[in-house]
C-alpha cells in the first residue's frame, strides 16, 4: 500500500516558468510534509516542510500548498532555473512512534533553458 | 563532522557474499535512519535508531538484513547472502532528537549485486 502517491513522475519546464508537483496522502496521523530535492550521486536535501496548521508556506520562489481535508499537497516553484533541474521527492511522517518519513516515487525536474 | 558521511560510495559484491556498510551520522544526532532508494522506486524505510537502540525494525525487508549502531554514533547495516534484488543505493538519514524533523541524508552507497 502506497501511503504517499506524487505525481508527474517526469516535467519538463521552460526557464522561468512554474513547476508544480502533486501529491496526496491516506494516513490521518501525518502531521509533518517536507519536499526533498535530490541531484544524481547526492543524498536527498531537505526543501522546504509544512505542518497541517497552514495552508500555504512559501521560501523564496518554493512555496507548499497543503489541503487537509482533501489530504493533498503540492510544491510550486515559480521562475524555474535550469539549476532547479532534479529529482523531487515528498514525503509525510507523523509524531507517533518513529517518526520515519514516507516517500513518494519521485518526481524528475527538468528546466529548459 | 559536517555531514553525514557513508562508506564504501560504490560497492560491488558477488551474489551470496556479505556485505557491510556504514553510516556516520552527524555529531550528536541521536536519530538515525537507513533507508534503501531502487531506481524508480523512491526512498524506502529500512530500519530507526534512538541512541543505540533500533525501536522500529519493520521496514527490514527480510532476516539477511541486520543493523547495530554503537557509542550513539556510527552504524552498519550488514546484507548477508546477498541477492541481485538487493542492488540499490542504501542511505542513511540522521536529525539531532525526537521532535526535530531536519533529516540530513549522506550521499549513499551504491551497491549492486553481480
Known amino acids: 500500500q502506497q501511503q504517499v502517491k506524487q505525481s508527474p513522475q517526469s516535467l519538463i519546464v521552460q526557464k522561468g516558468g512554474i513547476s508544480i508537483i502533486n501529491c496526496a496522502y491516506e494516513n490521518t496521523a501525518f502531521d509533518y510534509f517536507p519536499w526533498y530535492q535530490q541531484f544524481p550521486g547526492k543524498g536527498p536535501a531537505l526543501l522546504i516542510a509544512i505542518r497541517p496548521d497552514v495552508s500555504e508556506k512559501k521560501e523564496g520562489r518554493f512555496t507548499i500548498s497543503f489541503n487537509k481535508s482533501a489530504k493533498q499537497f503540492s510544491l510550486h516553484i515559480m521562475d524555474s532555473q535550469p539549476g532547479d533541474s532534479a529529482t523531487y521527492f515528498c514525503a509525510a511522517s507523523s509524531t507517533d512512534g518513529s517518526e520515519k518519513l514516507v516517500f513518494g516515487k519521485g518526481t524528475k525536474l527538468t528546466v529548459n533553458p | 563532522g559536517a555531514g553525514v558521511s557513508q562508506s564504501p560510495s560504490n560497492k560491488v559484491t558477488e551474489k551470496g557474499k556479505d556485505v557491510e556498510l556504514r553510516c556516520d551520522p552527524i555529531s550528536g544526532h541521536t536519530a538515525l535512519y537507513w533507508y534503501r532508494q531502487s531506481l524508480g522506486q523512491g526512498l524506502e524505510f529500512l530500519i530507526y535508531?534512538?541512541?543505540?537502540?533500533?525501536?522500529?525494525k519493520s521496514g527490514l525487508p527480510s532476516d539477511r538484513f541486520s543493523a547495530e549502531r554503537t557509542g550513539g554514533s556510527v552504524s552498519t547495516l550488514t546484507i548477508q547472502r546477498t541477492q541481485q534484488e538487493d542492488s540499490a543505493v542504501y542511505l542513511c538519514a540522521s536529525r539531532p532528537d525526537r521532535g526535530n524533523y531536519g533529516y540530513t541524508f549522506g550521499s549513499g552507497t551504491r551497491l549492486t549485486v553481480v
Open positions: 535508531f534512538q541512541g543505540n537502540s533500533a525501536p522500529d
